[in-house]
């Protein structure tokens, strides 16, 4: 738990208001001054401080509403038309189902492997009884994994990576491992393809968010038997993939490369 707010419970809460063989749902009131609900209410819902505190059940916020303590009176200052009391009561409600718990995943991963087919030139390539071969391109075969990553919460008020947007195009530079799945990419092998997000509040405080990232992984095992990955070419004269260069003798990379932490 993380806050920067003083609260405390309301006395005869939290309360156990839903138990059913699917469902299992609390709701908490906090007391806390006025001036600071808002920031109470944006932390409640933050990655570290969404789950019901007081059991293993895997319960998560799912909504925070807040009124003015009963019998405050209002005050105002200034010019202004929005009234000030001097403690808030804060109601939290929490839940094993519902669009945010979303299966009770903070996240989900998809690995899906692919083959798709090249055109290469077919120069200097013979049939098996010595005559060349005519045509102009045959197909080869590239395999790797498309890799998606989608996230179900996030901390209100807390801004998106940027590099979630500001990365799409590039490659790992350095070694990328999946979350859960146990699989790690060498470095240049996978492609950021770039994120879809959105997010929405109700009325009644429901949050739903989701981002779906999406990358591609590529190995393009070079002639050492290492991953050369996304910046290798298929040479159909040597049979392998190579890293090309130009008339300098360097290597020339068509992906930058950026620090996946996703």
């Not at 939290?92 to 995943?105: E, F, I, M, Q, V």
């Not at 393009?220 to 003798?249: C, T």
Request: proline share 6%; glycine share 10%.
């Amino acid at each position: 738990m993380s806050f920067t707010v003083a609260f405390s419970e309301v006395q005869g809460w939290p309360k156990l208001i839903r138990y059913t063989p699917d469902v299992i749902e609390f709701e908490r009131k906090l007391r806390c001054a006025w001036a600071s609900v808002d920031t109470l209410a944006n932390e409640l819902v933050a990655v570290a401080n969404y789950v019901y505190p007081y059991n293993n059940s895997g319960a998560v916020l799912e909504s925070v509403a807040y009124e003015p303590m009963a019998g405050a009176k209002a005050s105002y200052t200034g010019d202004t038309t929005k009234a000030s009391y001097e403690q808030a009561i804060v109601t939290a409600r929490y839940s094993t189902g519902g669009p945010r718990h979303d299966n009770s995943h903070f996240y989900m991963e998809r690995l899906v492997p692919f083959l798709e087919f090249e055109a290469v030139p077919a120069g200097g390539l013979y049939w098996s009884d010595g005559r060349a071969i005519t045509i102009q391109h045959i197909p080869h075969p590239h395999v790797g994994m498309n890799y998606m990553l989608t996230y179900f919460r996030w901390p209100i008020g807390a801004g998106l990576p940027a590099a979630w947007f500001t990365a799409a195009g590039c490659l790992n530079s350095g070694t990328m491992a999946t979350k859960v799945m146990g699989y790690t990419f060498p470095a240049e092998t996978v492609l950021y393809r770039g994120v879809t997000t959105t997010m929405s509040l109700s009325s009644s405080g429901a949050i739903e968010f989701r981002a779906d990232l999406t990358f591609t992984f590529s190995p393009r095992i070079g002639p050492g038997g290492s991953p050369l990955g996304w910046n290798a070419q298929w040479d159909a004269k040597r049979g392998g993939y190579y890293l090309v260069q130009n008339s300098a003798g360097t290597t020339v990379k068509q992906f930058a490369n950026a620090s996946f932490s996703f």
